[in-house]
């Protein structure tokens, strides 16, 4: 440019120009037009996905959120779980017998880490025979990993570690019908494991003869004893507590096959303390029941229904058609906790997105009102908010589900979870939306005075339309990142709720991430860590990433980024 | 009113005057002279007093504190108006009271809340009042310093003041968050410095990341993580807090405290750290900081004379809040460790549906809110006089 100027200065002479110095430069006449741009332009949200795209960070963020929404939605459809019989679990699968089961992966198998097992620590003789004789298919002792002697005054014991398979959960009685009990024997012949070692129904017990010779060898003993002159603690009450309280312990623990016999120290016997009664070479000794010719009993009807006793894993297989293994283990009333954690989050998610979404109407209404009108209109609408803002929540909770909770009309129509999910979301739409006013009615101040609203309302354009068309759609950016800011929020107010028990989404049926974590406390932290450890786990990945994803939208939609993204 | 009284104190000096001071009669005529031109000195005095509140209110910083007092008390009036009708509405718990129902009704009755009916057969059936009257007792007693204005715990503790109840568990809760805030500010400032003195190095960008997770993560995971390994499986500390018996000022309730200040502690460093780091950096590239640098000053010099120290202006409100806050506890980790604290004492009279507790144990909290959120908004004038409260446009 300079070096133009110069040449035409010094040269030339700017008064007397020659014509001849210019040229028509449209020469065939033909219009002239503006260079087509060659590249495209790039729209808002065209740039926003750009620089979202940059953030690294945010778009793993993204793409754990799918993750876990996609766990939340594919899981209960996939889950064997989902389809148990919907007469006999009613309200879901669950299995007491699976209690407290540990999280199993097969990946795992046998490494004893999340492979369902678990050491058990200082546990005494009694227990080792407890776990190494037992009469399902499934041994629940894998290996003693270690011995420890004690010794105590006089008296030495031995306590010992033992490395447990949580899911072989033994035998169990059950009454079957015709039906049922016609398609288990032939489940069985089919697989030719009828009657065997590998069958499911196991040998039924006949304790009540055992108990009776047993009593009777009491009475003998303690005979023998007297006329010897040794003090026992022996005597016509004693004997029938002992062998009450071992026809109880019998009908309890349908695992133990075997005779029992009352522990001995010093000729006193234990009422409530049991130990194996073995036989000469020191094998325990079955109680199973025989018919006439000296055959195992299967099977006894009574009443159409067939009392069988069978190796529970293989029967519940058998009878539910998937394996009892779960991935991350089951809950106090053995709930499968992968299923439950699938469907809490896929409820937290939508009691977050929901909240937040009616948050953003409300709030976008109430800030575009107060920030367009501004005045008097803004001064009222402010200190509205500054009072309702300072009402926590949680007493807004609190009130609301006690008063709904007595409220006849309203349990009627919606049901006792309605009332739960009612609740909470009128204590989290009731404050939620002071945030978005907020940030809208700032964002409605920077705009209004705009020369272009200007313009739009000179030639005749209606608030509501400036409102809409013109302000709003410039605040969007802003407006949705707070609002996405705020689904993180709501999931762990939720879920702190629901740990402490404040709302209870579980007696109604529903399951939160915060329900879970309620399990979680009800198991103990110290004796069943896995309840509680997969619950956890989750809220963070969604607490961390949600707010990885709401920084890389704020910057994304922050046109004054532009440029920097090279 | 209160000027008249004062004058008419001030009158009996000067006519005493020569009366009392019978000998030495000349000075005591010259005082009355000095008197009649000018005031006493006590009318001096007040005139001073009220100028100085006349200049005082002139003051715009002082009218602002003023304002916003007012305003603070009109706001909590109205949220307490609220609250008390919300929590006089509920339906009263059918067991409640009922381990002596003639004391409960009595007591009841005595706070205008029942009325009692007599029956024709002599026995009585306590009605509720309406909530205006129950409400109009409630401010008559307040302020007449009746007995238990604030009712009494029906669940908790059987008949005692929540006053009473609400102070003997405010010890622990103030414990821990004092506890906490002494690891956390240090450390979190610290951190901060660190992170701006060493921005865009790796240490940064660690420490950017780690704050992050930190800050996401909910403290009860922390809780939970903490009271699993070193209450459990390593047992080296107790996984719950000691019951009040040890004393709260003891070793042993102090060993028993550090995993919930612990878990309170990492997300209050991370959130002090990532506020520092933003606020430093950005004094950090000011121009006043070249100024420093070129007149001499080497970086250290510069920065903690004047980076820090500037970067402090928006910090310092934030502490002061949380200051205010260290009375209300965390209901979450309180439970979670068993604290005998606030908010364990605000979620056991939600579950165990203890009104009069409830009320006032949620009034708790919302003046203390409201009070944090004022000491910040004057703290940031104070700190740094160009912000100027309440200033217009």
Known sequence: MENENKVIGTSMNYEELSPELFKKSNVDNSTLHDQAFETKPISFLKGAMIRFAKNKASIVAAIIIAFIVLFALIVPLVSPTTYVDKVEYPTGFRDAKFSYALPYNPMFEGSGFWDGTEVKKGCSKKDVDFYTYDDSNHKPLIKIVGEKEHVVGASRYKSYDLKIDSYAVGCKSVFINEEEYQKLVSYEQEKGIAKTDKSIMKPLRDYHKYLEDYEQELRDTREELENQGIKTNLNDTSIPAIIDYLKTYYNQSTRIWYKLAASVSNNSYSQNSFVMARDASGNPQDIYKRDAGGNLVYAEKTNGLYEIRVDYYDYFEFHNGFAPRFVFGTNSSGQDIFLRLALGARFSLLLGVGISFINFIIGLIWGAISGYYGGTADLVMERVTDIISCIPSIIILTICSIQFLNNGALKAAVGEAGISVLAFLVAFVYSGWIGVAGTTRMQFYRFKGQEYVLASRTLGAKDSRLIFRHILPNAAGTLVTSSVLMIPGVIFSESSLSYLGIIDFNTSGLCSIGSLLNDGQAAGLKEHPHVLLFPCIVISLLMISFNLFGNGLRDAFNTTLRGSED | ?393
């Open chain 2, 1 to 393: 009113m209160k000027k008249e009284k004062e004058e008419l104190k001030g009158a009996p000096t000067i006519s005493a005057g020569p009366t009392t001071n019978s000998v030495s009669n000349g000075t005591s005529n010259e005082a009355v002279i000095e008197a009649d031109k000018k005031p006493s000195f006590l009318k001096r005095f007040w005139k001073g007093f009220l100028n100085f509140f006349h200049e005082l209110g002139k003051n715009e910083m002082f009218r602002y504190v003023i304002k916003r007092l007012l305003l603070l008390v009109f706001t909590f009036v109205i949220i307490f108006l609220i609250c008390f009708v919300l929590v006089r509405l509920l339906p009263v718990d059918a067991n409640t009271g009922m381990n002596d129902p003639q004391v409960f009704y009595n007591k009841m009755v005595a706070q205008g809340r029942y009325i009692a009916v007599i029956n024709e057969d002599g026995t009585k059936t306590y009605m509720p009042t309406p909530i205006l009257q129950q409400l109009w007792t409630f401010i008559a007693n307040l302020f007449s310093g009746g007995d238990h204005p604030w009712g009494y715990s029906y669940k908790i503790a059987w008949l005692q003041s929540p006053v009473e109840i609400l102070t003997s568990h405010l010890t622990p809760t103030i414990l821990i968050n004092v506890y906490t805030m002494v690891i956390a500010v240090p450390l979190g400032l610290g951190l901060g410095i660190f992170m701006a003195l060493r921005k865009n190095h790796w240490e940064d960008h660690f420490l950017s990341v780690l704050i992050m997770l930190v800050i996401s993560v909910p403290s009860f995971v922390y809780a939970f993580l903490l009271q699993y390994n070193f209450g459990y499986v390593w047992q080296t500390l107790p996984p719950m807090a000691e019951s009040a018996s040890v004393g709260y000022f003891s070793p042993e309730y102090f060993r028993s405290i550090i995993l919930p200040i612990l878990s309170m502690s990492f997300g209050s460093i991370a959130g002090y750290a990532r506020y520092t780091r933003a606020e430093l950096t950005e004094v950090l590239t000011s121009d006043f900081m070249l100024l420093a640098r070129t007149k001499g000053l080497s970086r250290a010099q510069a920065t903690v004379r004047h980076a820090f120290r500037n970067s402090l202006v928006p910090i310092f409100p934030m502490i002061l809040g949380e200051l205010i806050s260290i009375l209300s506890g965390s209901m979450i980790i309180e439970n979670i460790f068993r604290v005998n604290g606030v908010g364990g004492l605000y979620l056991d009279s939600i579950q165990k549906l203890d009104y009069d507790v409830f009320q006032f144990v949620s009034m708790f909290y919302i003046l203390i809110g409201l009070i944090g959120t004022l000491v910040v908004d004057l703290s940031y004038g104070i700190v740094d006089p160009r912000i100027r409260m309440g200033g217009k446009k």
